[in-house]
């Protein structure tokens, strides 16, 4: 079978959803290639005795009237089929042993002055953090969009430290840790995470976070049926093996089962290293380029626990707990020797059935790569050192979180688990990282990866490019898609959606 499209888009996660959603909706003959059995990549939620897990992605910002994800969500025409949950006003908890429980707070006004009530002696500080987190957020807000530009000049902030932003605005070591608290967010590394991916993520939650009733799928369920109905065509267990390239051009998209489809441009929504692991050899790519992609590091995986709850036991927690094992947000890493998370973020699903209680909490934790050994391996049928790993992490995941939340234990029905190679299996990103490319604000050119590629129709999109979560992958998208449709053009009728 040859298929001719306008587009073809690698990879559904949310990026390449998206980019096919905008695409169609302008008009354009598209086709989405994805090698899992559904699209969505993390936003796939799969189903435990009768529960929908999520995968990935377990809150979202700029959801409130006037915010760009919701703006975003308008264009795309899919906003009245979300089933939304707004998060309470203290919407992220951030725990530190011996130290106390400090919220964030929805609103910029009343996260200042909450934290200014524990912290009087540096009211000053904390205004100076808010008003530069609300400028960078600001840089791609709605009325940028209306100006006819995506972006108005926040990313210069990608060569700025968060840590020594924070640092800088406030003195005292307990706010510090604070305001850092939620760095996993974004794969926080003190020495490395720029202020733009602080800002961003936090901006975005602090404007209007919320859940969705019933997982994550829904979202790339609902773009999935929007480029069907704009006369897309979505293609599962379809895994791209080879970009057919003659001089600068990708003149074909070869499939696993021998399919070809052609396209006047290609879009890689996934990984840049695999993306041009696809293209044999050519003089378009030097060798250099090839081995300064595939050295590029990676940010850190995720370990995940999941919690099935008995009925009627926990009441519904609507919001985010960021539990620590030192007062130092940033040493988050899973200690293998000891057998202990260095941090624990605990999730609750908002219920699909009785909204007053929790049957599904999610224990996710940040983990180093362990498992470069068991990369050849499928789901299972992983050897037992993984499945003993796998076990013996889960336990201590779930004894951290019970420490600070007793009468979880008592609670839990089954447990189940995802490491970084179940993560790799949706999203196809090397060693299962979590949050694509590690972004340097010491060297913030060497791991830029521009949307435009030495291919005059291959473009790239995804978290890789420049801000990681759901609002970094959608403006990465919007950015892609501009390439083809012009910048003016799409921002405009993003923000006049």
Same mark, same amino acid.
């Given at each position: 079978?040859?298929?001719?499209?306008?587009?073809?888009?690698?990879? &559904?996660?949310?990026?390449g959803?998206?980019?096919?959603?905008?695409?169609?909706?302008?008009?354009?003959?598209?086709?989405?290639?994805?090698? +899992?059995?559904?699209?969505?990549?993390c936003?796939?939620?799969?189903?435990?005795?009768?529960?929908?897990?999520?995968?990935?992605?377990?809150?979202?910002?700029?959801?409130?009237?006037?915010?760009?994800?919701?703006?975003?969500?308008?264009?795309?025409?899919?906003?009245?089929?979300?089933?939304?949950?707004?998060?309470?006003?203290?919407?992220?908890?951030?725990?530190?042993?011996?130290?106390?429980?400090?919220?964030?707070?929805?609103? %910029?006004?009343?996260?200042?002055?909450?934290?200014?009530?524990?912290?009087?002696?540096?009211?000053?500080?904390?205004?100076?953090?808010?008003?530069?987190?609300?400028? =960078?957020? $600001?840089?791609? @807000?709605?009325?940028?969009?209306?100006?006819?530009?995506?972006?108005?000049?926040?990313?210069?902030?990608?060569?700025?430290?968060? +840590?020594?932003?924070? #640092?800088?605005?406030? !003195?005292?070591?307990?706010?510090?840790?604070v305001?850092?608290?939620?760095? /996993?967010?974004?794969?926080?590394?003190?020495?490395?995470?720029?202020? %733009?991916?602080?800002?961003?993520?936090?901006?975005?939650?602090?404007?209007?976070?919320?859940?969705?009733?019933?997982?994550?799928?829904?979202?790339a369920?609902?773009?999935?049926?929007?480029?069907?109905e704009?006369?897309?065509t979505?293609l599962?267990? &379809?895994?791209?093996?080879?970009?057919?390239?003659?001089?600068?051009?990708?003149?074909?998209?070869?499939?696993?089962?021998?399919?070809?489809?052609?396209?006047?441009?290609?879009?890689?929504? =996934?990984?840049?290293?695999?993306?041009?692991?696809? =293209?044999?050899?050519?003089?378009?790519?030097?060798?250099?380029?090839?081995?300064? =992609?595939?050295?590029?590091?990676?940010?850190? $995986?995720?370990?995940?626990?999941?919690?099935?709850?008995?009925?009627?036991?926990?009441?519904?927690?609507?919001?985010?707990?960021?539990?620590?094992?030192?007062?130092?947000?940033?040493?988050t890493?899973f200690?293998?020797?000891?057998?202990?998370? #260095?941090?624990?973020?605990?999730?609750?699903?908002?219920?699909?059935?009785d909204?007053a209680?929790?049957?599904?909490?999610?224990?996710?934790? /940040?983990?180093?790569?362990?498992?470069?050994?068991?990369?050849? &391996?499928?789901?299972?049928?992983?050897?037992?050192?993984?499945?003993?790993?796998?076990?013996?992490?889960?336990?201590?995941?779930?004894?951290? +979180?019970?420490?600070?939340?007793?009468?979880?234990?008592d609670?839990? +029905?089954?447990? %189940?688990a995802?490491?970084?190679?179940?993560?790799?299996?949706?999203?196809?990103?090397?060693?299962?990282?979590?949050?694509?490319?590690?972004?340097?604000?010491?060297?913030?050119?060497?791991?830029?990866?521009?949307?435009?590629?030495?291919?005059?129709?291959?473009?790239?999109? @995804?978290?890789?490019?420049?801000?990681?979560?759901?609002?970094?992958v959608t403006?990465?998208a919007? !950015?892609?898609?501009s390439?083809?449709?012009?910048?003016?053009?799409?921002?405009?009728?993003?923000?006049?959606?």
């Open positions: 079978m040859q298929g001719q499209f306008d587009i073809i888009v690698i990879g &559904s996660g949310l990026g959803l998206e980019c096919g959603a905008m695409l169609a909706r302008e008009g354009m003959g598209v086709c989405v290639a994805e090698q +899992a059995a559904l699209p969505g990549g936003l796939q939620s799969f189903s435990r005795r009768g529960h929908a897990i999520d995968t990935g992605m377990h809150y979202i910002g700029s959801m409130q009237a006037g915010g760009i994800m919701r703006r975003y969500f308008e264009y795309f025409g899919i906003l009245g089929s979300l089933r939304l949950r707004p998060l309470d006003e203290a919407f992220d908890v951030v725990s530190l042993p011996g130290a106390g429980d400090y919220a964030y707070m929805h609103g %910029y006004e009343a996260f200042e002055k909450h934290l200014g009530e524990w912290f009087p002696h540096e009211k000053a500080g904390l205004g100076r953090y808010c008003a530069k987190l609300r400028e =960078i957020g $600001g840089s791609i @807000g709605i009325g940028v969009h209306r100006t006819g530009r995506l972006s108005d000049g926040g990313t210069k902030y990608l060569g700025a430290p968060a +840590a020594g932003f924070i #640092g800088e605005c406030v !003195a005292d070591p307990l706010l510090r840790n305001l850092a608290g939620t760095n /996993p967010l974004y794969g926080g590394v003190r020495e490395s995470s720029t202020l %733009y991916h602080h800002a961003m993520v936090n901006h975005s939650n602090i404007e209007g976070a919320c859940r969705f009733t019933g997982g994550t799928q829904q979202i369920d609902a773009l999935a049926a929007k480029i069907r704009h006369g897309g979505m599962v267990r &379809s895994r791209v093996v080879a970009l057919h390239t003659e001089g600068r051009r990708i003149t074909g998209v070869e499939l696993a089962d021998g399919r070809m489809l052609r396209a006047k441009t290609v879009i890689s929504a =996934i990984h840049p290293a695999e993306t041009f692991r696809l =293209i044999g050899p050519t003089p378009v790519i030097r060798k250099a380029f090839r081995e300064r =992609i595939g050295s590029l590091p990676d940010s850190y $995986g995720l370990f995940s626990a999941y919690l099935l709850l008995k009925p009627g036991r926990i009441p519904y927690i609507n919001r985010n707990l960021y539990y620590f094992a030192g007062k130092d947000v940033w040493k890493l200690d293998l020797e000891a057998m202990r998370p #260095g941090m624990v973020l605990l999730s609750a699903q908002a219920p699909d059935g909204p209680w929790c049957d599904v909490v999610t224990l996710m934790t /940040p983990v180093a790569r362990p498992w470069k050994a068991w990369e050849g &391996s499928a789901p299972g049928r992983r050897p037992e050192a993984y499945t003993a790993l796998k076990a013996a992490m889960t336990q201590a995941t779930v004894d951290f +979180a019970c420490a600070r939340l007793p009468e979880l234990r609670a839990i +029905a089954h447990t %189940y995802a490491t970084p190679l179940t993560y790799r299996h949706y999203t196809g990103a090397p060693h299962g990282a979590a949050y694509g490319l590690l972004k340097d604000w010491r060297s913030i050119m060497a791991s830029h990866i521009p949307a435009r590629t030495k291919f005059d129709n291959l473009l790239l999109t @995804g978290q890789n490019l420049t801000v990681h979560g759901a609002i970094g403006l990465s919007a !950015a892609t898609c390439e083809i449709v012009g910048t003016e053009y799409l921002a405009k009728k993003i923000a006049n959606a």
